[in-house]
């Protein structure tokens, strides 16, 4: 059974909150999630990221932070999971997590039956204090084999920064997605680095159940936060999630849902782009080329269509971007019907080339060609 089949989608704490979590945060944020509807767009996991923990294990097994979460966190996983939600949580591969409490390392098998009888979904595992000449590659995969034996379906999310090439052996190890890149921050040059620069020739391995994972997103952070650098405009914003759609990325959500603007929700609730990511066919977007500081990236989709991503990446200078229809593998110069898929508006037939609209710096278009039939 695939557990991913899709990219995975929901949120994570550890954006906008670090530290400062506890059960309130958790709930309020879960009763959001289902009250803006980010649950009927697909978003359905709600992730507890580090010092949920205790300052030691109790009788050789992990436990919770007893001020934070004074209701303990099998009680969490039910109060999300009645809300139709998943429940996630955070452990290491190390000896301690990033933030210096008891992690998994020597105790997967007791873990991962613990996070089973909590009613733990996903399990997001980080890869700090790793003992000196262990191997990460043999630690990832005790967990996954671990995970598997407790017969609870949980998806296994890989977080050892891009280390050793993840992206080749990962999957073996029973992952269902894998970080690429150190952490994002919320910063246009983050943005552009981590997506833009890092992502360009990892498409290869992207398939249903093994997604390649940039990190989470910062749409909304609005420069606060635990992960605040300089903040990014709503341009910025809407470049970095149609890229991650495009990728096929998680689409895991970092900003404080409780409090999000309107630019926010139309970014994070676009459906056509949503589609885009979560399309069966499971293919990660390659990058075509540049043209004057400007990228664009093409995405196969079940159907036949092809969604096609125009970004600007330059400075100060507005950008009209043409692509060619050989570029995006329509070799036959089918005829398309052209979609926006930030304004829903159609924007007719075209044939053999088509040409973005003009964009400004850091902004984006993102279409959707279906070709007509004969």
Not at 355 to 363: D, I, Y
Request: glycine share 10%.
């Amino acid at each position: 059974m695939q557990i991913a089949p899709t990219p995975p989608m929901g949120w994570n704490s550890w954006n906008t909150f670090g530290p400062d979590i506890d059960q309130n945060v958790i709930r309020t944020t879960a009763e959001a999630m289902v009250e803006t509807g980010l649950r009927e767009a697909g978003y359905n996991y709600v992730c507890i990221d580090d010092l949920w923990e205790a300052d030691e294990r109790v009788d050789g097994r992990l436990t919770w932070d007893v001020d934070k979460f004074p209701d303990g966190i099998p009680a969490l996983a039910d109060y999300v999971h009645a809300l139709g939600l998943k429940f996630g949580i955070y452990s290491c591969s190390g000896t301690h997590t990033c933030a210096g409490k008891p992690a998994s390392f020597g105790y997967e098998e007791v873990d991962a039956q613990t996070f089973a009888d909590w009613g733990v979904d996903f399990l997001k595992f980080d890869h700090c204090y790793f003992p000196p000449g262990a191997s990460g590659h043999d630690a990832y995969r005790r967990m996954g084999q671990a995970l598997r034996m407790t017969g609870r379906p949980i998806l296994y999310s890989l977080c050892n920064w891009g280390k050793d090439d993840v992206w080749t052996w990962g999957a073996s190890t029973g992952g269902h997605m894998w970080r690429t890149t150190g952490d994002i921050n919320d910063s246009w040059h983050s943005i552009l680095n981590i997506g833009f620069r890092k992502q360009k020739d990892l498409h290869p391995w992207a398939r249903p159940d093994g997604w390649n994972d940039p990190d989470m997103l910062v749409v909304g952070m609005r420069n606060r936060g635990n992960v605040a650098k300089e903040g990014c405009s709503d341009d910025e914003y809407r470049s970095h999630f149609a890229l991650w759609c495009l990728l096929a990325s998680p689409l895991m959500i970092g900003c404080d849902v409780r409090n999000m603007d309107e630019a926010t929700c139309e970014i994070l609730l676009n459906r056509e782009l949503i589609a885009v990511n979560q399309d069966p066919l499971g293919l990660q977007a390659t990058c075509l080329g540049g043209h004057r500081r400007c990228d664009v990236w093409s995405k196969p989709l079940s159907d036949g269509s092809v969604a096609v991503g125009f970004f600007n990446l330059g400075e100060g200078t507005n950008a009209k971007v043409p692509v060619a229809w050989e570029q995006l593998h329509i070799h036959d110069r089918r005829p398309c019907h052209v979609r926006d898929l930030w304004t829903g508006e159609d924007l007719g037939v075209h044939t053999r080339i088509l040409n973005s609209g003009v964009l400004a710096p850091h902004a984006c278009q993102v279409v959707r060609l279906t070709p007509i039939a004969d």
